[in-house]
């Protein structure tokens, strides 16, 4: 454990998180087993709860928000505090406790051997996981890979998994312009323009009635779409 | 009728839009191509054969037709300007609680 810890050395977390004072120190403390909880960077989004309080009980360094501005938003604040800190690699990482900290020494692996910038997380990878996404969602899924590989000509087969790896590099190239869920496209797109080199790994998600509860809707996959259609009209 | 209440309306925009533009909020570009746009409109509210004239050429089939179509495409580039100003606006915000995050996490870590 304490060679797979030297391992992940420079390797920070980002945990963008609004409203999760139920699980974040659980969250906090999962990831401690592989990275220092200082190394561990919540971003609290203006919760409206003990989000912060339960992450800094938990070791993490912790970020907040003045007023709420979305998960990618925090997502952005939280890599430019990694890179601040002087990581060499940024892991983000859902604060609802879906994603599982096991897969994190895969998931930084090809970053650490130089093989890629950018290690994309897949539910689709791990028949196991892919299993237990509702039907709906696995259908606004797979259009949303559609709409990826036309738009930007990136093959993947998970376009909205919070679970991803990124150099240094990656992070300080990548610009996050994008709020709220539309992130995670976003992401992608600046992938594919600053031609970074990428890898898909699969994670497990685990899907519970509370995260279920606290996640996208459905229907948000519409609205995310033509914000990102809005967004490559006025540029 | 309508011509003189069209021109008093027009009168009144302009020397409203002067006004601004005296004030420093809009630029003396912003100020001629909102004039020459109303000039236009109370151009044709006085010579509405022209208008007449212009539709049939364009194959729109009445004036108003036409002006209704003029009407929605200034709408609705009116409307994506306003959303550009508002995306403009929503990212300051989002640069400014990021700033003051970042900068109360160096506060914290100086602390002793």
């Known amino acids: 454990m304490q060679e797979q810890r030297d391992n992940l050395a420079g390797v920070y977390v980002v945990v963008p998180a609004y409203n999760e004072a139920a699980v974040i120190g659980e969250v906090v403390a999962d990831l401690a087993r592989f990275v220092p909880p200082r190394q561990v960077i919540v971003v609290d989004d203006a919760s409206g709860d003990d989000t912060a309080q339960a992450a800094c009980r938990a070791g993490a360094t912790v970020l907040r928000h003045a007023i ?5 938003a925090a997502l952005a604040t939280g890599i430019q505090s990694a890179l601040r800190l002087g990581a060499s690699a940024i892991v983000t990482f859902d604060a609802d406790h879906q994603h599982q900290a096991d897969d994190l020494p895969a998931m930084v692996q090809p970053v650490l051997d130089g093989e890629a910038d950018v290690v994309l997380g897949t539910r689709f990878g791990a028949a196991q996981s892919s299993r237990h996404i509702p039907a709906v969602r696995r259908m606004l899924l797979r259009a949303a890979v559609l709409y990826t590989r036309v738009s930007v000509k990136l093959r993947v087969s998970d376009t909205h998994n919070g679970f991803r790896v990124l150099s240094a590099k990656a992070a300080g190239l990548i610009r996050i312009h994008q709020d709220r869920m539309e992130h995670a496209s976003e992401i992608l797109e600046q992938i594919a323009k600053h031609r970074l080199r990428y890898v898909e790994r699969p994670v497990n998600v685990r899907y519970t009635a509370y995260s279920l509860g606290k996640g996208q809707r459905n229907r948000d996959a519409f609205k995310i779409m033509f914000k990102l259609l809005l967004h490559r009209v006025t540029g | ?96 609680v990021r700033e003051l995050a970042l900068r109360d996490m160096e506060r914290q870590k100086t602390k002793p």
């Open chain 2, 1 to 96: 009728m309508y011509r003189y209440l069209v021109s008093v309306f027009v009168v009144f925009i302009i020397v409203r839009m002067y006004q601004r533009y005296r004030a420093g909020h809009i630029s003396s570009r912003r100020l001629l191509t909102w004039m020459g746009l109303w000039a236009v409109v109370l151009w044709f509210s006085w010579m509405p054969q022209y208008a007449d004239k212009l539709t049939g050429f364009l194959g729109v089939g009445r004036g108003v037709d036409l002006l209704f179509f003029v009407a929605i495409l200034m709408l609705v580039t009116l409307l994506l300007n306003v959303y550009v100003q508002l995306e403009k606006q929503r990212l300051e915000i989002t640069s400014l």
């Open chain 1, 68 to 72: 709420n501005r979305g998960q990618g």
